[in-house]
């Protein structure tokens, strides 16, 4: 099992080190990533700052078992741009192991450090039989 504490940290400094970028443009460039767990915690960190930089209250991915990948945000029913279904899959993969989850469906509180502050979020995951969802709450 990966060290959940590095993964968490390794969130935080990706959201610091993107904090100047448009999250959204980074985003829509993860499918291209060779490393795909550098590219999950890339795409976590840039949720999370889109996620604070436009007031959303929500973002789901979702993946359903025929590869499809989507992603929206509640704020508004608008579509984000796609990490592609292998990155999808160590999103999922790296989430509940952040969240310390075993079960097939769980929510957790998730505190992100983001500069001199930090950010209180709600996780959630379902494994479905046709489908798996990570939902990413702004509170």
Same mark, same amino acid.
């Given at each position: 099992?990966?060290? @959940? ?5 390794? @969130? ?11 999250? $959204? /443009?980074?985003?829509?460039? &993860? ?25 959303? /209250? /929500?973002?789901? &991915? ?7 990948? #989507? ?10 741009? #796609? ?15 952040? &969240?310390?989850?075993?079960?097939? /469906?769980?929510? #957790? ?8 502050? #930090? $950010?209180?979020?709600? &996780? ?16």
């Amino acid at each position: 099992m990966k060290d @959940v504490q590095n993964l968490h940290l390794k @969130v935080q400094e990706l959201c610091d080190c993107f904090s100047t970028t448009d999250p $959204l /443009k980074e985003m829509s460039e &993860i499918t291209n990533d060779e490393d795909r767990l550098e590219a999950a915690l890339k795409w976590l960190a840039l949720s999370a700052l889109h996620g604070v930089n436009d007031n959303a /209250k /929500k973002i789901k &991915i979702k993946k359903t078992n025929d590869g499809n990948v #989507s992603v929206t945000a509640e704020y508004r029913d608008s579509k984000l741009p #796609s990490p592609g279904p292998d990155v999808a899959d160590q999103i999922f993969e790296v989430v509940r192991e952040m &969240i310390h989850l075993e079960d097939k /469906k769980g929510k #957790s509180e998730f505190v992100l450090g983001l500069g001199e502050s #930090s $950010l209180d979020l709600k &996780i959630s995951v379902k494994d479905k039989d046709d489908y798996k969802k990570v939902s990413i709450k702004f509170t």
